[in-house]
């Protein structure tokens, strides 16, 4: 099992930037492939990123790509995701989340494919 803990959330300006940073307990943290998800209120959750478990191929969804960066270090257990060039559309609770191996029919972009949750970071971008 994995513990997950978010970190970095805050109240900044559209253009600023941010950093998020998820702490993961345990010694297996290298064996699982991470990501960022985002929910704002009153909408579903939905994929923002994922990185496997080296950390050398990233995914990215469309809203984005180019602004947003993932990152771990496995040395510490840690997963980040540094947001550049805010939007006010950016505002939502930032969870992270972990996964093994993907079962049949399960996609890195759904979060029924995660196994463990932190409780999530609010991040509001003002206009």
């Known amino acids: 099992q994995v513990q997950l803990v978010e970190s970095g959330g805050g109240l900044v300006q559209a253009g600023n930037s941010l950093r998020l940073s998820c702490a993961a307990s345990g010694r297996t943290f290298s064996s699982y492939r991470m990501a960022w998800f985002r929910q704002a209120p009153g909408k579903e959750r939905e994929f923002v990123a994922h990185i496997t478990r080296t950390g050398t191929d990233t995914v990215y969804a469309d809203s984005v790509q180019g602004r947003f960066t993932i990152s771990r270090d496995n040395a510490k257990n840690s997963v980040y995701l540094q947001m550049n060039s805010l939007k006010p559309e950016d505002t939502a609770v930032y969870y992270c989340?972990?996964?093994?191996?993907?079962?049949?029919?399960?996609?890195?972009?759904?979060?029924?494919?995660?196994?463990?949750w932190g409780q999530g970071t609010q991040v509001t971008v003002s206009s």
């Open positions: 989340a972990a996964r093994g191996a993907l079962g049949i029919g399960s996609t890195i972009y759904s979060a029924s494919s995660y196994d463990y």
